[in-house]
């Protein structure tokens, strides 16, 4: 079992940096690929990037590709979302989440079906 909770949301203006934390319980937490992922008010939850259990493959959405860094601190049971450049189209409820695939395709590291665990969300939003 693994309990998420994420922090670091809040009000940014355009073109400004927020750090996404999400603090993890359990004791197998370096065995989980991280994700993030967000939701807009009227939309589907989407993708935002992963980090692979072994630290060494991250993933991003073309959306946010070059503005936004994941990555991860096993030895914390942290895993963090850097977005800088922020736009108002990034505005949303940011969610942690934990699975356990680890394997060589991409595309599965973008399902939310793939992941088992999630936080509760902290919002973002951008102003223009």
């Known amino acids: 079992q693994v309990q998420l909770v994420e922090s670091g949301g809040g009000l940014v203006q355009a073109g400004g940096s927020l750090r996404l934390s999400c603090a993890a319980s359990g004791r197998t937490f370096s065995s989980y690929t991280m994700g993030w992922f967000r939701q807009a008010p009227g939309k589907e939850r989407e993708f935002v990037s992963a980090?692979?259990?072994?630290?060494?493959?991250?993933y991003y959405a073309d959306s946010v590709k070059g503005r936004f860094t994941i990555s991860r601190d096993d030895a914390k049971n942290t895993v963090y979302l850097q977005m800088n450049s922020l736009k108002p189209e990034d505005t949303a409820v940011y969610y942690c989440?934990?699975?356990?695939?680890?394997?060589?395709?991409?595309?599965?590291?973008?399902?939310?079906?793939?992941?088992?665990?999630w936080g509760q969300g902290t919002q973002v939003t951008v102003s223009s």
């Open positions: 989440a934990a699975g356990s695939y680890s394997g060589s395709f991409s595309y599965l590291y973008r399902a939310g079906s793939q992941y088992n665990y």
């Open positions: 980090i692979r259990w072994s630290g060494g493959s991250t």
